[in-house]
């Protein structure tokens, strides 16, 4: 992940590809049966287990999923996005997200990026949070750039670190 400035500016992120297809819902992303605790870490261990057992282990900081239509489709659970933070995935690129995990994914600082991207597992993926665009080797696929104060709100780390900083406590 680069940073800009002083501030934690997110300008690009580039990391390696994992990839998954539609309608990844949240109880593949996290399973249920690790909601009894709030312990994060158990969650990042966890994470992508309905698909991958062995996301959690091989994925690296700064990696970046790549998916298709309606990520994060299922219940409202927020642990969804923090276990895929807490696990080290920088950003989530998908053709489309379901409504409540793109705002969570954003209330708790995960990145997002819609984009229809073909790519392979393992491929390094390039993101311009700031453009909305993706490259995979030579290739730029335009995606939908984040609204400015949705953009705000990730670059200060979530939702909470955000209101913080509006009111001079951060």
Same mark, same amino acid.
Request: charged share 25%; glycine share 12%; aromatic share 8%.
């Given at each position: ?21 539609d309608? *990844?819902?949240?109880?593949?992303? !996290? ?10 870490r158990?969650?990042?261990? &966890? ?16 990696? *970046? !999923? ?7 489709? =299922?219940?409202?659970r ?34 997002? !990026?819609?984009?229809?991207?073909p790519?392979?597992? =393992?491929?390094?993926?390039? *993101?311009?949070?700031?453009? =909305? ?8 696929y335009?995606?939908t ?9 990730l ?6 670190a &955000?209101?913080r ?6």
């Open positions: 992940m680069y940073y800009a400035g002083t501030a934690n500016v997110i300008i690009m992120i580039m990391g390696k590809a994992w990839v998954f297809g309608d *990844v819902d949240t109880d593949v992303i !996290i399973p249920g049966k690790y909601l009894r605790t709030k312990d994060a158990l969650w990042a261990e &966890h994470a992508m287990e309905g698909l991958d057992p062995q996301f959690a282990c091989q994925v690296q900081k700064g990696d *970046v !999923i790549v998916a298709g239509r309606n990520f994060g489709s =299922g219940s409202s927020e642990q969804a996005p923090r276990a895929l933070k807490g696990a080290g995935v920088a950003v989530v690129v998908a053709r489309s997200f379901a409504r409540i995990f793109y705002r969570n994914a954003i209330n708790v600082g995960l990145a997002l !990026i819609e984009a229809d991207v790519c392979q597992k =393992g491929e390094i993926v390039q *993101v311009d949070i700031a453009e =909305g665009s993706v490259r995979v080797g030579d290739k730029v335009q995606g750039r984040l609204p400015d104060f949705l953009r705000e709100i670059e200060d780390g979530g939702l909470v &955000h209101r900083r509006q009111k001079g406590l951060a």
